[in-house]
């Protein structure tokens, strides 16, 4: 399951979403539902009823806060137990063998997060500044037409944004610094969960700093106000032509929400020309500079850990 992603914690969408209804979310080839019982805790489940396939999500929450089916009204609890079958009488061991699928879910920095992964759910490795308290994120997300790979590189590229931001903020950033003859250089440090990367200009000062975590988050960091702003972009599969762009941004001045449409309104340049891009990252065949260090770093890891790929010397 989830064979584009598979093993790892991936959050799906605003907890904040989910209310008295269930949730229909596609998560990297497998429908999923999601739903809130009565005691607010959020399941997880492969959106297919065990008796005859129905779509679960088309169903509704019962008054004891079970998902039940739209076709027979077989109740779920969250995780996956038939807790009733109408017009029948089943024993406790019977109804033990009616389970529907279902995946561990978390709630972190006001995120649902799903495992997609069998068995005992390993440990998650996020950074501090998702650890705040779930009412204190601002979260964006919208679904692209590109596969999940592309977007993380766009995200860990800088070398794009005097050319695809040149009408919002790029131009100002890159303009000075392709009149000046600049070469763009980066100082790269692996960390246990993927890389960090200063990247500047090799006769300006400024420069971006990112850190990559594995497997679909780029966090961008700096200073606004003399405050830290945290700017999280992950890149989660729907499948293989789609892909959910989530923001996450965490300010720790409330004031600075009010600019958070400077953070939003470029990112329809990236998509642009993200979507034009072919499919996958592919393992050979795209030409590279020694500016593309970064993404060829998760290119690495992706063609090792996730598609299984020989990488080519
Ligand atoms: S298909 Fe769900 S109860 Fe029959
Ligand atoms: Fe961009």
């Known amino acids: 399951m989830f064979d584009l992603l598979p093993d790892f914690w991936i959050p799906v969408i605003s907890a904040a979403e989910i209310g008295n209804t269930p949730v229909a979310v596609e998560l990297a080839g497998e429908r999923l539902v999601l739903f809130r ?57 019977k109804l033990s063998r009616l389970a529907a699928v279902s995946f561990p879910t978390r709630i972190i920095a006001g995120l649902v997060w799903i495992f997609t992964g069998q068995g005992k759910p390993k440990t998650i490795n996020i950074p501090t500044s998702l650890m705040g308290a779930h009412n204190s994120y601002f979260i964006h997300h919208e679904v692209w037409n590109a596969h999940w790979t592309r977007l993380v590189e766009n995200a860990l590229d800088y070398v794009h944004v005097p050319f695809v931001h040149r009408n919002s903020f790029g131009g100002e950033i890159g303009e000075p610094a392709i009149a000046a003859g600049s070469f763009a250089k980066f100082q790269i440090v692996p960390t246990e969960q993927g890389i960090q990367v ?30 830290p702003v945290r700017i999280h972009s992950f890149a989660i599969p729907i499948n293989q032509h789609q892909t959910r762009y989530l923001l996450v941004i965490q300010f720790i001045d409330p004031d600075a929400i009010s600019m958070i449409h400077e953070f939003i309104e470029p990112i329809v340049e990236d998509r642009v020309v993200v979507e034009s891009q072919n499919g996958e990252i592919p393992l050979i065949g795209e030409a590279n500079v020694p500016t593309d260090q970064p993404t060829l770093s998760f290119r690495r890891w992706y063609h090792q850990a996730i598609s299984r790929q020989a990488v080519p010397i």
């Open 37 to 93: 019982n009565s005691t607010d805790d959020i399941g997880a489940l492969l959106d297919r009823c065990p008796h005859r396939g129905a779509a679960l999500s088309l169903g509704h929450i019962s008054a004891k806060g079970c998902l039940e089916c739209p076709y027979h009204g077989w109740q779920f609890d969250q995780n996956g137990n038939c807790t009733h079958v109408p017009l029948n009488n089943p024993n406790a061991l």
């Open 198 to 227: 200063f990247s500047y200009y090799h006769n300006i000062k400024s420069g971006f700093a990112f850190e990559w975590y594995q497997p679909n988050l780029v966090v961008l960091k700096f200073d606004e106000m003399g405050m």
